[in-house]
């Protein structure tokens, strides 16, 4: 346990649905990343978070997908309008002072 | 871009050493080395980091030359419970954005 919490762990939806997943850093990491990961690939950058502000996004993220971080804590996704493309495990890490990353253990998306 | 390159997959058996290289030729001066290890339907977990010459904890040894443009990872006498993915990872930091690129791991196979 790395003390990063993802929930749910586990989301089956129909296309065409919205999601919001949600992730809970370590207490005193001021930094969270969001992921997304497919079968065989490694984890490939979203977003990112220092306190409350987005300070990236990927280019490849789709304007179906949004990210907050309301109080500089715990972070929501959500994807609008869903794609059977869309099915992947998200992946939420946080970050202290140094570059070592802390994930958790993921959200399995399946879009039917 | 702070493009990583591995072996796609390694086997390895019981007791020996294995080592994984991570080539990174574009990496910055001020970049970090990270390795992590991912299980299936896990979310990586971290295993080393380091910015130049050795650095080693109960689990791994990680080594980077005088140029950094590449990194090894050992692991002592492997077991069969070390099957996973390896992933280095260097951060992205074109356009003065860091931008975490994991490319697609090494897929490390143990075998009794």
């Known amino acids: 346990d790395t003390g990063v919490s993802q929930n749910p762990r586990h989301k089956i939806t129909k296309r065409g649905q919205n999601v919001t997943f949600r992730c809970d850093p370590i207490?005193?990491?001021?930094?969270l990343y969001w992921y997304r990961q497919t079968l065989g690939q490694g984890p490939e950058f979203l977003t990112y978070f220092q306190n409350e502000a987005q300070l990236e996004k990927s280019r490849l993220l789709s304007d179906r997908f949004s990210a907050e971080r309301p109080k500089g804590s715990f972070s929501t996704l959500e994807i609008q309008r869903t794609e059977q493309g869309d099915s992947a495990m998200y992946l939420c890490?946080?970050?202290?002072?140094?570059?070592?990353?802390?994930f958790g253990p993921g959200t399995r998306l399946l879009v039917l | 871009l702070a493009k990583t390159t591995q072996p796609i997959s390694m086997d390895s058996y019981e007791g020996q050493e294995v080592n994984i290289t991570c080539s990174h030729n574009?990496?910055?001066?001020?970049?970090?080395i990270t390795w992590y290890q991912q299980f299936p339907s896990q979310g990586p977990r971290f295993i080393i980091q380091g910015y130049k010459t050795k650095v080693t904890n109960e689990v791994a040894s990680l080594f980077i030359p005088a140029d950094r443009k590449s990194s090894t990872l050992s692991l002592p006498r492997v077991s069969l419970s070390d099957t996973a993915v390896y992933y280095c990872l260097v951060g992205d930091r074109s356009g003065g954005s860091y931008i975490p690129t994991f490319g697609r791991g090494t897929s490390l196979i143990v075998h009794p």
């Open positions: 574009n990496i910055a001066t001020n970049d970090y």
């Open positions: 207490s005193e990491h001021n930094r």
């Open positions: 890490a946080s970050r202290g002072g140094q570059e070592t990353q802390y």
